[in-house]
């Protein structure tokens, strides 16, 4: 069975590194990003088939990133990490076609849950 | 004891004295300065102006009474007057023009008393008489028969003889009668003399002095030189009895003043010679009563009182209002003040939580996946030395990771409360989905939850979520406020206002007196060390956000009881 690949975006480059790592530890192929254009350079260059995506990032924000993906590929599902509990941010981000949202700090057994069924297209 | 935050913003405004309002106490000093203030500027000048017209009306009054009765004596004065030269003249004609024998023939002497009386329409003569120097009537024409009488011994024969002409008193006489006598002394031309004394009935005296003009407030007589009457007066007596009343020398000229009479009432008393006779012309005007149907004392102290009372009436009633409009307002003002700040109060406050929250997140997300890496690590190494230990650390920091988690997002449900989403709820359907929340606890602690709802209850129009998180607080509250086997009564119903009432209410430890009007307050909590003291602050903002009202009544021991009102329809 092949791997899933996740690309995990976060400004918090320690949050990003631990989380990639122990979604290596569970068998699936992440890759950390720690901006909005640097996510946008990672898509670019290689496939995923689940980008997890802070709503909230100095910079290019969550909402713009979410926007330019699925401009560029519509069928790549998106999960939304909010830290802030802005329900607006993440009821924009729903509508511009995010699968779902996780609420920080996530529990690492329930990101991988909602990752898996992202991937498999099935919500909740 | 009920605590509404209504209730409190009362006690708030009625007890801070900083404030731009007044304190309850305030409002009686307030209405006691107004009514001391509008009473001085409208009574004062009331009485001072009724007391200079009154003093203005007298001097007046006192001027007109003493014009009045200048004019009637100068005019009495005057008639009297000429009465008396027209008598006397007539009778110095008559002693001139006739000779003694003349005067003394039987039919002479009464036809020119006869011709006289003609001439005199008034004040006829009574009698004529002739006296020779010795004081004995030698002729008399009259009514009595006086022919013979001596009047040597009496005054008036002792002042005529020696003065020529004179005027007596008033006297009764021989006839018994009061009268006076004109008399004219005449020389004979062989030596010697005689007079010619006429007599005059005195009530044409009174009749010459009862003139027009004369009011019942006024008395008018002659005196003599000793103060006995010469006329009749209507205060002093008949005839012949002295004046009680002090009165002046009077001299030729008319002299009029205020004085009292001898009962001390106000009076105008002039007074006049009357030339060449021994009367004095006397006039008094009673100043009590004068006024008539004008201003008296009396009738103006009344109509003073009464103008008081009614100004200080309408003061009264005027200031009472002002000071009841006044407080109602400052009241009104108040609560908007405190309604104001309490709401800028919870602003600061979710924008701060929000903050907090944001920033705390981060790092508490960090944690949380380091804490979880060691643990995936020391899962992987079955030897890891202290495995068990070291794993128990871990799991110790991930509780307290989700311990902080439930705060921060308590936080950000305090930020986000102010949205308002409509649709329409059954209200007593969402309370018991509410308790289906708390049920598993209540099992536990074998708590009875009861939900009565009535058939009248319509469904509402409000955002469902924050109405469960309102009641989900309440609730919460509430089972922590009983004891294991307590019980929890939730009810709801329509109001006589139209409005939903829902009461929670449940028979725990209750909330002292000094914590009920506290209880809304943000971070205010009694739970130590497990509650971050925001449940009702966003209960009672989110109330308000809804448009209701929450109220609660608590007594130690026995229990508490919140009501939470709401509208049928949330206004925009």
Known sequence: ?124 | MTHAPDALLHEAAEGAEARPYLAGRNYGRLRRRVVLATAAVSILPLVIMTFLYYDQYERSLGAEAIATVTRQLTNNKRALEFFLTERRSALSFVVRDRSFSELCDPETLPRIMKNLNASFALGSFADLGIIDESGLQLCYTGVYNLKGRDYHEQDWFDRVSRRGVFISDVFLGYRNSPHFAIATRHERDSGGYYILRATINADILAEQIQTAGLTPHDDVFLVNRSGVLQTPSRRQGAVFKSVALSIPEATLEVHVLDQEDERHQPIVLGLVQIADSPFTLVWIRSRVGAEGGGVTLPRLLAFLLISTALILGVILWGSRQFVANLRAENLRRAELMHKVEYSNKLATVGRLAAGVAHEINNPLTIINEKAGLLKDLIDREPEFPLREKVLGIVGSVLGSVARCRKVTHRLLGFARHMDVQSEAIDVEALLKEVVGFLEKEAEYRNITIKVEGQSDVPAIESDRGQLQQVFLNILNNAEAAVKDGGHIDVGVRLTQDRRIAVFVADDGVGIPPENLGRIFEPFFTTKEGSGTGLGLSITYGIVQKLGGEITVESEVGKGTRFTVLLPLRREE
């Open chain 1, 1 to 124: 069975m092949t791997p899933l690949r996740v690309l995990f975006v976060d400004d918090e480059e320690e949050l990003v590194s631990t989380v990639v790592e122990r979604l290596g530890m569970r068998r699936i192929e992440a890759r950390g990003a720690t901006s909005g254009l640097a996510a946008l350079a990672e898509v670019k260059e290689k496939e995923f088939d689940v980008v997890v995506l802070d709503v909230r990032m100095p910079g290019l924000g969550g909402l713009d990133v979410i926007k330019r993906l699925k401009d560029s590929h519509p069928d790549l599902e998106v999960i939304l990490l909010s830290g802030h509990g802005a329900r607006e941010d993440v009821e924009v981000g729903l509508r511009l076609g995010a699968f779902d949202y996780l609420q920080k700090p996530v529990d690492i057994e329930d990101l991988i849950e909602i990752i898996r069924r992202a991937a498999a297209g099935v919500s909740s």
